[in-house]
């Protein structure tokens, strides 16, 4: 499956939300924390906002490095999920979909002070108990 995008741009915003989770959680790589975050906004059975934020000032990543090895998956996942989301068909709508689903998760894993370590993260949006 192909990606749906070549390049994924996250927002000023976004690039100050994976500072706080890296500081948070130690973890170092923002690919991780994107993929999470992805994934922690395509729980939710609603559709995310269309972001219209400027990107500039904020984080690139190429999608190899945001996908890894299972750039399929999440290839697939961004597909799905821009038909049932209503985005536009094709490319260009796939792509605002990915951005979407990746800041509406970013803001969601930054949010509330009760998430000061990766335990507190896991135990707060995947689920893991302690």
Same mark, same amino acid.
């Given at each position: ?12 915003? =976004?690039r /100050?939300?994976?500072? &706080? ?6 973890? /170092?790589?923002?690919?991780? +924390?994107?993929?999470?975050?992805f ?11 269309q972001?219209?934020? &400027? +990107?500039d ?6 999608? &190899?490095?945001?996908?890894? /090895?299972?750039?399929?998956?999440y ?10 989301? =209503? ?5 260009? =709508?796939?792509?605002?979909c990915?951005?979407?689903? +990746?800041?509406?998760? #970013?803001?969601? #894993?930054?949010?509330? &002070? ?6 507190? +993260? ?9």
């Amino acid at each position: 499956m192909s990606a749906p995008v070549e390049t994924i741009r996250i927002s000023r915003q =976004g690039r /100050e939300q994976l500072i &706080k989770l890296r500081r948070q959680t130690g973890i /170092e790589h923002w690919n991780v +924390l994107c993929r999470w975050a992805f994934c922690v906004s395509l729980r939710e059975k609603t559709a995310p906002l269309q972001t219209t934020e &400027k +990107l500039d000032g904020g984080v690139e990543m190429t999608w &190899k490095v945001f996908s890894g /090895e299972h750039g399929d998956i999440y290839s697939a996942l961004c597909w799905l999920r821009a038909q049932k989301d =209503g985005f536009p068909e094709g490319a260009d =709508g796939v792509a605002a979909c990915l951005r979407a689903h +990746l800041h509406r998760g #970013l803001s969601y #894993l930054a949010s509330g &002070k009760e998430t000061r370590t990766l335990s507190d +993260l896991a135990t707060r949006w995947l689920g893991i108990d302690r």
